[in-house]
């Protein structure tokens, strides 16, 4: 099955700094690359996803590029606050031939923006 | 989007005991998808529940223990059965639209 790692487990950046979370996955057959946020006690929310014909996607100060080849993807935020302070997951998903899919995840990268 | 309401937001059981969680989605969905969560820990996937089929479980988990129900198109339930404090976890069910998973709030469940 799929595997998906992710690094680094915490990163601890000022406000303003850029932070830079990366994930590896195992199957090449893997299509499509979310990434959630989850503040704490809260549910994981999508905040930019990738498809595998895209090389990079951008949405304001989020941006997610993927290397096929490689098989890794990045989540990179730019101009941080102190409300970008959360876990954030990436994860990788397969879809059949039957249309069945499911979302494999990294283990999480706990961000702390310091003001 | 979906919106999901999940019940009971938290529960204290006692070990030996069951625990059934309830999602409830605002659409009709083919999938749902319950989730364990550990404290500080990543999203594992327990099982995949389709409508009017047994549902899907992944390795490690297994029917006697974590029961599903998908008795219609807008709702499931997951039991956890005779608790142990390592099912102390947080439970999540999800859907999917296109590509983007949508979650409950979560159960947090604690076993004493």
């Known amino acids: 099955g799929e595997n998906v790692e992710q690094h680094p487990s915490t990163l601890s950046v000022q406000e303003g700094d850029s932070a830079v979370i990366k994930c590896t996955y195992s199957d090449s057959a893997s299509n499509y690359f979310p990434w959630y946020k989850q503040e704490l006690g809260k549910r994981p929310q999508l905040i930019i996803d990738i498809r595998s014909n895209v090389g990079e996607k951008k949405d304001q100060r989020i941006a997610v590029t993927l290397n096929k080849t490689a098989k890794h993807f990045s989540l990179h935020i730019t101009e941080t606050q102190p409300e970008d302070s959360a876990v954030y997951f990436c994860?990788?998903?397969?879809?059949?031939?039957?249309?069945?899919?499911?979302?494999?995840f990294g283990k999480g990268t706990m961000l702390l923006v310091s003001p | 989007s979906a919106v999901i309401s999940q019940k009971p937001s938290r529960d204290i059981c006692q070990r030996g005991t069951s625990l059934t969680i309830q999602c409830q989605v605002d659409s009709q969905v083919t999938m749902m998808f319950w989730y364990r969560q550990q404290p500080g820990q990543s999203l594992t996937l327990i099982a995949t529940a389709n409508q009017g089929s047994e549902a899907t479980y992944e390795s490690g988990f297994v029917i006697d223990k974590f029961p599903i129900s998908r008795p219609n198109l807008t709702f499931s339930t997951l039991t956890v059965s005779n608790m142990s404090p390592e099912d102390s976890s947080i439970y999540l069910c999800?859907?999917?639209?296109?590509?983007?998973?949508?979650f409950g709030q979560g159960t947090r469940l604690t076993v004493v």
């Open positions: 994860a990788a998903q397969r879809t059949m031939n039957s249309g069945y899919s499911t979302l494999t």
């Open positions: 999800s859907v999917k639209g296109e590509g983007e998973a949508f």
